[in-house]
């Protein structure tokens, strides 16, 4: 340790023995401040100089304190030091010694909270107790609506008590783990500022910017220009296989297979015919040609993926993946272009598929369990040995 | 008024910075906008279930301060390899973007993803302080990456490689850390097919007081792993290389010993080859074992028995289906404790079973051990009687994944669908998170799943159902779905179309090999922005074909990247109109 410069009382005294004695009383007294002040600042990391001084007046057993009432009381000064906020006030300023001198307590510190906290400091002041009795106390104190918990938390904040920071904190923590978000707010009494937006994280463009609206305008445009353009090319078009039907058109094609669950089944067995031939020939030249029609494609490509991309990156607020809230999404949010008569069309058949599928399901059942006896037997190949190859990969290593 | 409001920004980051799981963290970031700003500042773990539902972009501004990423990227079919190489799944974005964004980085976890030597090699230059790199399940790198790794990270404590593909070039690379690296905790090196250089590895365990991991592989020879293990006794995992060699008397006492010099070994695995004269070896320190994995031991059952009843305190065992029925009756009387049991096929292509292995072991356990909560399970043949009696033994199931091998499997003994059985299984276990079903299975069984898997996460389903109510049944009743993997069945567009908006609550949804057609897929890429519709079709671009032509591979998850740019030729992201340009129709 440093050495503190004290400032040597005078002494008038000429005898040389005295003067050594006071010498050696005062380099005691020293010593005890040293001490004091080791503890106190491994406690509250108070600086230097504020243990510099120390005052008669420290040695006095009660502290005066005014909280944010106004209201003026007192209490043993051992356990007002406890926190560091106190401790400073009395040892930098010299305040609390008497009513009039009290010390001002920070805004958030309440007469009652006040209390909690020096029940507090009462019981951890005492040296002798064990870590497990602290810890019960500890855990017994916090015990109390949450409300209180949080005035608890911001005092003992304000007053620099660590320790008690801590405990509040970690049991505030324990209240909001496994919660919801509106259960949170409810419990804390917190804003629902967030805009839907902001808690979706629509790919939307959420900005003002002119340049981005009149970006997103024309390529609009753009697109509607080559749609027309290739219904054009579909209604002079010689060949039927190229399939350019309109999204309503599909829709229909779709409905109108309801009735129909057979169709399904063997247009799937064809299929898996179909593959199992191509299985053994390796599709490469396929693929290659497919990827060379990518790139064309790319190249002709008018949008720049990226720059759009970037913009809305850097503009809207995100939130990862797993942020996603678990709400509804809702149909009407959102804006993806399609002409809006078109999309209520296709609103309105797909809820009235999904109403179908539900209202007639009972009936269905019964059809589709009574002949799914005899359609197992299509479905089994007679290639038994690849069926099963094929199959067996499914158990890689863990399925 | 809110409770918090006296509270500084710090008071509120000390409350958050007690929360670490990612839900809760998300939780607190949607409350409102003060504590979403707080928060983001604050986070520093984050997990990205899929790398392309994010940019790299978005979540280095989203959340500056991060330490720890976690990263997965193709989705889990891959595993059987129905997802096709190039896929996709590359991570280098990512690393390049967080290698000037976040010098402070730590942790890297990555499973199922793409990496090359270049982004090691620049893992390696960019963090100063990296800590942990894992890599599960991972490919495109080979051992000059790692050796970059290795010389680089002077703080390195976990390098986990969990069954990788690695391009083994030389066992040489584990020389690459420098004589004063002494940070390491856990190494796993399982994966790996050529020899590592046997004296490095010695002298690297030597000088690490705190590895707790060590798995090794396949080519470290059973005499050295005496010598290993003395250099760290203090290992509480340890995998074990090859566990055979030829008879020798003091090659066995010296194993022996060097066991029971390991106080705190918890966990074993590794047993290639295994010599079962050699187990016995072991036994010093089975009454600790919590974790046994036993999947590459061609052990007999006795063997195996005398093994297991000499661990009381097992909590997880992964064992070959060797153990048959009688083992793991014995296990159900031995192991009181059991969490989790997996049982892998010894022989899943084989026509006849070849081991006395039926649902009869399953539900021995399941009576037996009533800790109970995750089983994967492969057998030959199942009853609904069974699955009934498991169901009810056990309502603390979280993950029940059942393999009967041969796909359609009827009830053996009534042969009738396994629905009801399966119905009971997500009737009783209400906190089921995780199921895998096998056998015949008709839409009933669907409708059980919609009606009681209310927790239900994620489902794996092969050659199963009748028609798109199976689908509808699981899209609009299990209201925690996140993943839905599906093979191989009956299921069309009604189901999906009228279930689009659920797509978008879930993480992603795999269909293969069912009856989904490209005009539907067009229909909902076109409605849903917020989804990535993908095509997978290794037959050509789907446009040559009708619209109403079944896709190969369907794999639809939400995104608010947009569409990615990185896909091979036989993948078609399904535009929608918000994003610009083109479907897959040349510009004339």
Not at chain 1, 150 to 174: F, G, I, N, Y
Not at chain 1, 369 to 391: A, C, V, Y
Not at chain 2, 495 to 523: D, I, P, Q
Request: contains cysteine.
């Amino acid at each position: 340790m440093e050495m503190i410069k004290f400032r040597l009382p005078v002494l008038v005294c000429n005898d040389l023995y005295w003067r050594r004695v006071i010498v050696v009383l005062w380099e005691f007294l020293i010593c005890c401040s040293k001490l004091a002040r080791f503890y106190f600042s491994n406690w509250f990391n108070m600086s230097e100089i504020d243990m510099a001084v120390i005052k008669p007046e420290m040695m006095r057993p009660y502290i005066w304190l005014e909280t944010s009432d106004g209201s003026i009381q007192q209490v043993e000064q051992e356990i007002a030091m406890y926190c560091p906020l106190i401790c400073k006030e009395i040892i930098q300023k010299g305040m609390g010694s008497s009513k009039s001198c009290a010390i001002c307590l920070p805004q958030r510190v309440s007469p009652a909270i006040l209390s909690l906290i020096f029940d507090y400091c009462r019981f951890h002041l005492v040296p002798g107790r064990s870590n497990k009795e602290r810890k019960s106390y500890d855990e017994k104190f916090v015990r109390m609506d949450t409300k209180r918990l949080c005035e608890l938390t911001s005092a003992a904040d304000s007053l620099q008590l660590k320790p008690l920071v801590d405990l509040t904190s970690r049991a505030l923590a324990r209240i909001i783990e496994g919660k919801s978000p509106e259960e949170i707010r409810e419990i804390f009494h917190l804003p629902d500022d967030l805009t839907e937006e902001e808690k979706l994280e629509p790919l939307k463009n959420t900005t003002d910017d002119p340049r981005i609206r009149l970006l997103n305008r024309l390529y609009a445009k753009k697109r509607k220009e080559l749609k027309e353009r290739e219904r054009l090319k579909s209604v002079e078009a010689e060949e039927e296989h190229v399939d350019k039907r309109s999204v309503d058109d599909l829709l229909s094609f779709i409905n109108g297979n309801d009735e129909d669950p057979k169709g399904i089944k063997t247009s799937k067995n064809k299929k898996k015919n179909r593959r199992k031939k191509e299985q053994h020939q390796k599709s490469s030249s396929l693929t290659e040609a497919s990827k060379v029609t990518k790139k064309e494609v790319n190249g002709q490509n008018i949008r720049h993926p990226n720059s759009e991309a970037d913009i809305i990156a850097e503009t809207s607020i995100s939130h990862t993946e797993d942020v996603f809230a678990h709400k509804e999404f809702d149909d009407g949010d959102i804006d993806d272009g399609i002409d809006p008569a078109l999309k209520e069309k296709i609103d309105r058949e797909v809820e009235d598929f999904a109403r179908r599928l539900n209202s007639d399901w009972p009936e269905r059942m019964q059809e589709l369990l009574s002949s799914g006896q005899e359609r197992k037997t299509t479905l089994f190949s007679p290639n038994g040995n690849g069926f099963l190859r094929r199959n067996a990969c499914m158990f890689f290593h863990c399925f | 008024m809110a409770y918090t409001f006296s509270f500084p920004e710090e008071v509120l980051e000390h409350v958050f910075s007690f929360i670490e799981s990612e839900r809760d963290r998300n939780a607190i970031s949607l409350v409102c906008k003060s504590w979403y700003e707080i928060e983001r500042w604050c986070r520093r773990k984050v997990f990205v279930g899929n790398c392309y539902a994010v940019s790299p972009v978005m979540v280095i501004k989203r959340f500056p301060e991060l330490r720890s990423i976690a990263l997965k990227g193709k989705p889990h079919f891959a595993d059987f390899n129905l997802v096709p190489e190039g896929w996709g799944g590359y991570v280098c974005p990512w690393i390049a973007a967080m290698a000037c964004a976040f010098p402070c980085l730590e942790e890297i976890r990555l499973k199922r993803m793409v990496i090359t030597d270049e982004s090691l090699e620049l893992i390696a230059k960019s963090f100063k302080n990296f800590k942990v790199l894992v890599l599960t399940s991972c490919e495109g790198f080979t051992t000059d990456g790692l050796a970059a790794i290795a010389a680089n990270c002077r703080n390195l404590k976990e390098l986990d490689l969990q069954e990788s593909e690695v391009d083994d070039l030389s066992g040489h690379w584990l020389s690459h850390f420098p004589d004063s690296f002494t940070s390491l905790v856990s190494l796993n090196i399982s994966c790996l097919g050529n020899e590592v250089t046997l004296s490095a590895l010695e002298r690297l365990l030597g000088r690490c007081p705190n590895l707790q991991t060590l798995r090794l592989n396949r080519a470290v020879p059973l005499d050295r792993l005496p010598n290993l293990l003395r250099r760290c006794p203090q290992l509480v995992e340890l995998g074990t290389g090859v566990y055979s060699t030829e008879m020798r008397p003091e090659v066995f006492s010296n194993l022996e010993a060097a066991f029971s010099g390991c106080k705190q070994l918890k966990s074993l695995s590794g047993f290639w080859d295994v010599l079962p004269s050699y187990l016995p070896a072991v036994y010093p320190v089975c009454s600790r074992l919590t974790s046994l994995n036993l999947s590459y031991a061609i052990i007999q059952s006795p063997d195996l028995i005398k093994l297991i009843s000499q661990c009381p305190n097992l909590l997880r065992l992964w064992v070959l289906d060797y153990i048959e029925d009688a083992g793991l009756y014995n296990l159900a009387a031995s192991c009181k404790d059991l969490r989790e049991l997996r049982v892998f096929p010894s022989d899943p292509f084989g026509l006849e079973p070849n081991v006395a292995l039926t649902e009869k072991g399953l539900v021995s356990v399941s009576e037996g051990c009533p800790r109970l909560q995750s089983v994967l399970y492969f057998c030959r043949q199942m009853s609904n009687a069974a699955l009934h009696t498991i169901a009810l033994n056990r309502p603390n199931l979280t993950r029940f994944r059942l393999c009967i091998i041969e796909p359609r499997t009827p009830d053996y003994l009534t042969h009738e669908p396994l629905d009801s059985g399966f119905g009971a299984i997500v009737e009783h276990c209400k906190d089921l998170q995780r199921l895998s079903l096998s056998g015949l299975l008709t839409d009933r069984v669907f409708e059980y799943i919609g009606t009681y898997g209310k927790k239900l996460e994620m489902l794996s389903v092969a050659f199963a159902g009748d028609s798109d109510l199976g689908l509808h049944h699981v899209l609009s009743g299990c209201d925690n779905l996140r993943k839905l993997e599906i093979r191989d069945c009956p299921f069309g567009d009604k189901a999906l179309l009228a279930n689009a908006a659920k797509l978008e609550t879930m993480r992603s949804l795999w269909m293969s090999s069912c009856s989904v057609s490209y005009g539907a897929c067009k229909v909902l890429g076109q409605k849903m922005p917020r989804l990535n519709v993908e095509v997978i079709d290794e037959r050509g671009p789907p446009d040559s074909r009708p619209d109403n032509c079944p896709v190969e591979k369907l794999y639809i998850y939400r995104t608010i990247a947009g569409p990615r740019l990185d896909m091979p030729g036989f993948v078609w992201t399904m535009e929608d109109d918000s994003s610009l340009g083109l479907s897959d129709h040349a510009v004339d």
